[in-house]
């Protein structure tokens, strides 16, 4: 499935993914379906919390799929 173009961003700070970012982003999978995490280069870019719905990653940037 391609990413549309209208698909929702969330920028993830130096923090990386906390809980309720975490908690947040599967929020919004259920909502949209499909979302993007873009990391800035200095955050915790520890994704193994949702691994199983990575469906692209480029560099610092994934795309998530419900």
């Not at 929702?8 to 259920?30: M, P």
């Not at 499909?34 to 990575?54: H, M, P, T």
């Amino acid at each position: 499935m391609q990413p549309s173009k209208d698909i929702v961003t969330i920028n993830i700070g130096k923090e990386g993914l906390t809980e309720s970012v975490v908690e947040h982003v599967k929020l919004l999978l259920k909502q949209h379906g499909q979302i993007k995490l873009k990391f800035l280069k200095s955050a915790n870019f520890d994704a193994g919390v949702l691994e199983n719905k990575v469906i692209k990653k480029i560099g610092k940037t994934m795309i998530l799929q419900k």
